[in-house]
T-cell receptor, first 112, second 112 residues
């Protein structure tokens, strides 16, 4: 399917566990982003990537790791999950000509 | 530093009434400005964007927004609200290095 997808859509994990959220886009957009959405904070940028093998920190990167070996994939890993990382996570890609961000459906992560 | 302020956390309007959602931004250069809508459990969808030119921009679903540089504002308007417009609305500014900054959102309730 064309577009941007995220998996899983829902995830419950325990404190201290490692968890990886997947993001896949079919447009070959260069830029990709990870945001977290929390009540009262809107969307905050965790990491972004300008191209394969190029990543950079956003506003709230602590506790997260990203990689981008292929243009179409941008996984986000929580190396040791904490309760404060309970959130809804959105992946997005940036249209190069439209300068419009296209968002995935989100992953709701609960850390117990 | 770039930032976006949406002063209204929650707004309630009657169906058929007009709507204005406020957005103020802080950005040193000419900003790229966006309004997104998020329905419950969904990702974000672009309503409209401003890059340059005419300061009144038209978007999808009958929305428009006006860029006022002197007031650092980019308010969203709709002349007649429909029940299906009930959602969360986010204003965003595109900044240096293709980073985007989002406001905390305004939740819109539409009453019949």
């Amino acid at each position: 399917d064309a577009g941007i997808t995220q998996s899983p859509r829902y995830k419950i994990t325990e404190t201290g566990r490692q968890v990886t959220l997947m993001c896949h886009q079919t447009w070959s957009h260069s830029y990709m982003f990870w945001y977290r959405q929390d009540l009262g904070h809107g969307l905050r940028l965790i990491y972004y990537s300008a191209a394969a093998d190029i990543t950079d920190k956003g506003e709230v990167p602590d506790g997260y790791v990203v990689s981008r070996s292929k243009t179409e994939n941008f996984p986000l890993t929580l190396e040791s999950a904490t309760r404060s990382q309970t959130s809804v996570y959105f992946c997005a890609s940036l249209g190069s000509s439209s300068y419009e961000q296209y968002f995935g459906p989100g992953t709701r992560l609960t850390v117990t | 530093a770039q930032s976006v302020t949406q002063p209204d956390i929650h707004i309630t309007v009657s169906e058929g009434a007009s709507l204005e959602l406020r957005c103020n931004y802080s950005y040193g250069a000419t900003p790229y400005l966006f309004w997104y809508v998020q329905s419950p459990g969904q990702g974000l969808q672009l309503l409209l964007k401003y890059f340059s030119g005419d300061t009144l921009v038209q978007g999808i679903k009958g929305f428009e927004a006006e860029f006022k540089r002197s007031q650092s504002s980019f308010n969203l308007r709709k002349p007649s609200v429909h029940w299906s417009d009930a959602a969360e609305y986010f204003c965003a500014v595109g900044g240096t290095g293709n980073q985007f900054y989002f406001g905390t959102g305004t939740s819109l309730t539409v009453i019949p």
